[in-house]
Nanobody, 124 residues
């Protein structure tokens, strides 16, 4: 199994920045890629970004492209989500999760392990 712990959420004004972290432990050798999702009140959980664990692939939702950057530090088993130019509509609980195939990164149901989530609140 893989355990994931997110951190770095908080409250920020529109236009501000936050960096989220997701620390993985346990059977990290089974991780192929990691993704960030978010869920706003009353809405479905949606894909934000993903990064492969062993090469340079990354992918972003159109809504965050150019503002968010996903990266990883394999030595620390940690994935980051740098969020800049935050908007009110970025307010949500952010989750990281693991997936076993790059072809499935957009499919929420294909993710195996999830963190507990971290709240991001952007005030307008």
């Amino acid at each position: 199994q893989v355990q994931l712990v997110e951190s770095g959420g908080g409250m920020v004004q529109a236009g501000g920045s936050l960096r989220l972290s997701c620390a993985a432990s346990g059977r990290t050798s089974s991780i192929y890629a990691m993704g960030w999702f978010r869920q706003a009140p009353g809405k479905e959980r949606e894909f934000v970004a993903a990064v492969s664990w062993n090469d340079d692939n990354s992918y972003y939702a159109d809504s965050v492209k150019g503002r968010f950057t996903i990266s990883r530090d394999n030595a620390k088993n940690t994935v980051y989500l740098e969020m800049n130019s935050l908007k009110f509509e970025d307010t949500a609980v952010y989750y990281c999760a693991t997936v076993r195939s790059w072809f499935n990164i957009l499919q929420r149901a294909m993710y195996d392990y999830w963190g507990q989530g971290t709240q991001v609140t952007v005030s307008s």
